[in-house]
């Protein structure tokens, strides 16, 4: 596609369910980030991957936060046992990490996640 | 990667330049200052990005400072489609993007 596609749009779940965000990153972009965005509030960095390499998981709030890379391509972020506080935004982002010493990141339009 | 202080908000009135300022005191000179913007309900996107020469593309002007410590982002003739979140992030190209802080809530006005 054209740009990075986050699924779905807007998520409703109830309290300790537990819900998947997808993020189709460009293609051919090696790196893919997630972020939070609360309301009100700056992006808080959650995860990041690149290429083969191990991800920086340094962000993530808790051990029901989980994310995978599947082919180097689409990601999952899980979120188990869903929290009142998780509600918020979810970004997606990707670059191309094309070592031109500068990088650029290409964001999804988020999925809006409200946990009643 | 360097901490940025951006103002929390600040208003122009449509068709004036809108100069949106950020301090990276603590930039390191393989840093990279990038600015980011932030229209109401969708993801970031990149507007410029300067290691110390100013820079310019058909959406802003950035003005770094000689010692690198501050720049500005300069919107020359501003809309009121340019009221948004403004963010300032300093980054070396080993390190990559954590956390976007609250940047700067421009309002342009009629």
């Known amino acids: 596609g054209a740009g990075v596609s986050q699924s779905p749009s807007n998520k409703v779940t109830e309290k300790g369910k537990d819900v998947e965000l997808r993020c189709d990153p460009i293609s051919g972009h090696t790196a893919l980030y997630w972020y939070r965005q609360s309301l009100g509030q700056g992006l808080e960095f959650l995860i990041y991957?690149?290429?083969?390499?191990?991800?920086?998981k340094s962000g993530l709030p808790s051990d029901r936060f989980s994310a995978e890379r599947t082919g180097g391509s689409v990601s999952t972020l899980t979120i188990q046992r869903t929290q009142q506080e998780d509600s918020a935004v979810y970004l997606c982002?990707?670059?191309?990490?094309?070592?031109?010493?500068?990088?650029?990141?290409?964001f999804g339009s988020g999925t809006q996640l409200s946990v009643l | 990667d360097a901490k940025t202080t951006q103002p929390p908000s600040m208003d122009c009135a449509e068709g004036r330049a809108a100069n949106l300022p950020c301090n990276h005191s603590t930039i390191s000179g393989n840093e990279y200052v990038y600015w980011y913007r932030q229209i109401h309900s969708q993801g970031p996107q990149y507007i410029i990005h300067g290691l110390k020469n100013n820079e310019t593309n058909e959406m802003a002007s950035l003005i770094i400072t000689e010692d690198r410590k501050s720049s500005t982002l300069i919107l020359p003739h501003a809309t009121l489609r340019d009221t948004a979140v403004y963010y300032c992030?300093?980054?070396?190209?080993?390190?990559?993007?954590?956390?976007f802080g609250k940047g700067t809530s421009l309002l342009v006005t009629p």
């Open positions: 991957f690149q290429g083969n390499s191990a991800p920086d």
């Open positions: 992030i300093a980054l070396s190209n080993s390190g990559y993007a954590l956390n």
């Open positions: 982002a990707s670059s191309s990490r094309a070592g031109q010493g500068y990088e650029k990141l290409f």
